[in-house]
């Protein structure tokens, strides 16, 4: 891992973060893993690559290669007549990963369409700077237990298994924190702690944008999923000839045609002008092959771009748990009975076929929330605002909420 990171020697509980690591070095690092080191080669490969985005430390890591793999438990749990045990505990999937922070109030970070947190090391960081109490990030433990919920019971399943989780480790006072996705999951595991009786101090929502468009069409969740892999998501998914504002005004008419679902094959039925007739084509002629050849493609772009080789495993890993999050996405939720702070970005953010459908975010969790719900702008779009510089000015914010009156 190391030599990975061109850094040199890692000390066992260094974060890989700190040394220049990325998500496609850990992805060619659990690559590397299967092929020369023995005792990975009985984990799948996106169960190593979520260990380590999840847990970016050596120790973690060795901990987690002398430790059975989730078949083996799953296999052990069976034959006992149990329910699979996970790095959590017994019939859960929430991987609970403490980022410090000290004695206080629990201040939960809740992951995003990818299941990791990999988007989150400077968030929970700079949060646990802060000292106000102990920051844990709430993971997907095992994909495919994830993967077997159905989309439309996914979140309600989830956010029970995670206010359980919560629950059972002692914590009785919380700062709830949603970001993307996220957001979903942090109301609703807010709303069981509630009804627990136990304390949401403060549930704050970061650039939170539900999934407001209904398809099927698996170009769509691509568009959406490709700005994951900092690709350009018209340019990577239709091509890069493509104007992107023909593309908006292709999702724009279909959403109006379709009372806002867009139907699998709708977009390479679309004409009118010829920048739609463009989109047509660019649709048909993407959809006309095979999935999996558009994955590599992508894969083959994001390395491309970032001067790294990617596993071909990466990709479709990813996309599966994220299209997956975003079937799941298409929720509405029951009302919420606390208070809500949601942190708008300043800068929109392209997701290719959801380009701006932004503004949407605030009327809807405005009627979500029964409580008081305040809206406060802060600095860069939906990626770099859990980045550095912008995050310390989200990390102040979620401070100031626990100073206020209780």
Known sequence: MGRSTGGGRLEPNDNVYDHGADSLILARVAGRLREEVAEAQGFAYDTLLRQMLNEPTVAALAR??????????????NSAGAVAATPA????????????????????MFHAALGTMDYFQHLGRSMAAQEIGPVIGVAVAD??????????????????????????????????????????????????????????????????IPMFIDTDEELAFEAIFVPNLNLDPVAAVFGPEIAAADVYRAIEILMTR????????????????????AVAAAARRQAARPQEERLAAYAQAMTTQAGVPVGPELVPALFRVCRHSMQAARFEPP??????????CEEQQSFGI?????????????????????????????????????????????????????
């Open 64 to 77: 987690a290669l002398r430790s059975p793999t989730p078949e083996q438990r799953t296999e052990a749990a």
């Open 258 to 277: 379709h009372d806002r679902r867009i139907p699998a094959g709708a977009m390479g039925r679309l004409d009118g002008d010829p920048g739609l007739a």
């Open 335 to 344: 009302p919420y009975l606390g208070d809500m702070t949601y942190l708008r």
């Open 143 to 208: 994909s495919e237990r994830y993967l077997a919920h159905a989309p439309a019971e996914l979140i309600e399943r989830v956010a029970d298994d995670y206010a359980a989780r919560l629950v059972e480790a002692g914590h009785t006072r919380f700062q709830l924190v949603g970001y993307c996705l996220g957001g979903l999951l942090a109301t609703e595991v807010g709303r069981r702690l509630l009804e627990r009786g136990l304390e949401v101090r403060d549930l704050t929502l970061v650039d939170s």
């Open 354 to 406: 959801t380009a701006g459908v932004g503004h949407l975010a605030v009327p809807f969790w405005e009627r979500v929330c029964v409580g008081t719900f305040r809206v406060i702008d802060v600095p860069g779009n939906h990626f770099s605002v859990v980045e550095p510089p912008h995050v310390q000015v989200v990390t102040d914010h979620l401070a100031a909420a626990l100073r206020g009156p209780s």
């Open 89 to 108: 505990t017994v019939g859960s999937n929430a991987l609970l990963l403490p980022f410090g922070g000290g004695e206080g109030i629990a201040r939960v």
